[in-house]
């Protein structure tokens, strides 16, 4: 199993920034890639980003040049700072994690994720 705990959300203004982290733990040997996502209300959820083990990113066409995500593999989080935050990025931001098709015993759920409130 592989369990992610997010934190890091809040209320910020527009243009402001805000700083999420996300820790996985269990099997994390078996985590190929780690990636955000965030739902926002009456939407579907979608990615924002994901960042592989080799550490290439692919970043949501509406957050690039905006958000960071960075990675400590040897604490086994990731990091996400949002910078320059607009009210659409309004959502609840849950973390990812990637299984390895080779570890096909290994079992995660999605978190409780963290609120990221952006106010005018």
């Known amino acids: 199993q592989v369990q992610v705990v997010e934190s890091g959300g809040g209320l910020v203004q527009t243009g402001g920034s805000l700083r999420l982290s996300c820790a996985a733990s269990g099997d994390t040997g078996c985590i190929s890639a780690m990636g955000w996502y965030r739902q926002a209300p009456g939407k579907e959820r979608e990615l924002v980003v994901a960042?592989?083990?080799?550490?290439?990113?692919n970043y949501a066409d509406s957050v690039r040049g905006r958000f960071t995500l960075s990675r400590d593999r040897a604490k086994n989080t990731v990091y996400l700072q949002m910078n320059a935050l607009k009210r659409e990025d309004t959502a609840v931001y849950y973390c990812t994690p990637y299984i390895a098709p080779t570890c096909t015993e290994v079992r995660w759920d999605w978190g409780q994720g963290t609120q990221v409130t952006v106010s005018s």
């Open positions: 960042i592989t083990n080799d550490g290439s990113t």
